[in-house]
């Protein structure tokens, strides 16, 4: 069964002003990572936050993972052009599971 | 230098043709997969191998074979191709089996069946 589930499914918003993609999952995880898809392109990883951390840094990217409440969110700040791209959280439950579930993204519009 | 090529970028056949996509990854890791990303852009893991060993097998059709002659390459081998295989499909690597590290991602095939 699908674990990640991206909120919204569309996001537009203009240059400079912060986005902020959530993700919720159904089983308990291991780690949750947030990737970025170009149009045409591969997956790009961008941050993996453990089950034991609940707030992540990098750059412009904040990631903060609620367990309790089964969810995580991804917030860019001061937005580009450039981060315009589909959005994927991805999944790996704990208790050996091998097996990484992404959700179906979410669409990010950054208009200049 | 590219970290996970996948060849070719684009590939259109007819029904029932057999066709292969090759992956290859330059980074020395030991664990390769391969998903599926539909039109809706969901994307599913097909298989996983970790040193050239199946690990993962989810629901995929018995057309779909995937084969790693070393631990740089997972070609994906499709039989008898249907419609409903027109997808992009994903290759894959990370290090540590499996154990949900950064995935590194091949630029997509872009398979079309006519």
């Known amino acids: 069964s699908q674990q990640g589930e991206e909120d919204p499914q569309a996001l537009s918003i203009q240059e400079g002003e912060n986005a902020t993609m959530n993700c919720s999952y159904k089983?308990?995880?291991?780690?949750l990572q947030w990737y970025r898809q170009n149009s045409g392109r591969g997956l790009v990883h961008l941050i993996l936050?453990?089950?034991?951390?609940r707030e992540k840094h990098s750059g412009r990217l904040r990631v903060t993972l609620d367990t309790s409440k089964k969810s995580s969110s991804l917030l860019i700040t001061a937005s580009r052009a450039a981060d315009t791209a589909s959005y994927f959280c991805?999944?790996?439950?704990?208790?050996?599971?091998?097996?990484?579930?992404f959700g179906r993204g979410t669409s990010l519009i950054v208009h200049p | 230098d590219t970290a996970v090529s996948q060849t070719p970028k684009y590939l259109v056949t007819q029904m029932g043709n057999d066709k292969s996509i090759k992956c290859e990854q330059n980074?020395?890791?030991?664990?390769m997969y391969w998903y599926k990303q539909d039109s809706k852009k969901f994307l599913k893991i097909m298989f996983s191998?970790?040193?050239?060993?199946?690990?993962i097998n989810e629901t995929v059709p018995n057309r779909f074979s995937p084969k790693s002659p070393d631990k740089a390459h997972l070609n994906l081998h499709i039989n008898s191709l249907e419609l409903g295989d027109s997808a992009v499909y994903f290759c894959?690597?990370?290090?540590?089996?499996?154990?949900?590290?950064?995935?590194?991602f091949g630029p997509g095939t872009r398979l079309l069946v006519l």
């Open positions: 191998y970790n040193n050239k060993e199946l690990i």
């Open positions: 936050i453990r089950s034991n951390e």
């Open positions: 089983t308990s995880i291991n780690n």
């Open positions: 980074l020395g890791h030991d664990t």
């Open positions: 894959a690597s990370s290090y540590g089996g499996g154990l949900g590290e950064t995935q590194y």
């Open positions: 991805a999944t790996l439950a704990s208790g050996g599971s091998y097996i990484p579930t």
